[in-house]
């Protein structure tokens, strides 16, 4: 359960709920009803405890998963790939990807986000959101692509099987 979760990294790490909350820009009553389950962060949060305890999105969200499960693959040295988001339009390359479920999920939402790590800072790897899947499949079959295109020694990958998000509120697909 993310509140078990968040306030073990926590009391490793060996810090307050007031450290954390200035980490965070929130308040303590924020870090308090994280930890006690009556409230959860927004994604931009989610990345930043993801960055600062060095932990993947996944493992803090999905209670089944283990931070070293088989979604999460990492290329090193030279094996990178330039891949532009569909979510926002940037241009990286990346090393290692992350599949994390969307919680909450309604139909019309998309199931998976893929993310592309593409560096490492004192704060965590620096990962970009790449796009939205329908479902788990879909998601897996993308990442499955672009590691045949890494192993056949391509540079650049155009996603393929992400759908198309618009904000309002909720993530919407838009069907085309």
Known sequence: MFSDKLKE????????????????????????RYENGSSQPDFDKLLLLSKYFEVSIDFLLDNTLKEKNSERIKFEGKNKITITSKIDGKVSSFYKFVLSPVMGKKDYHPEVLLMGVDGHSFWGDSTLMLGWYRDKADAEKELREILESMSQGKSVYDLQHCVTVRKRGFFDIEME
Do not use: A, Y
């Open 9 to 32: 990294l926590r009391m490793k790490k060996g810090i307050s709920q007031e450290e954390l909350s200035e980490l965070l820009d929130v308040s303590r009553q924020s870090i308090s």
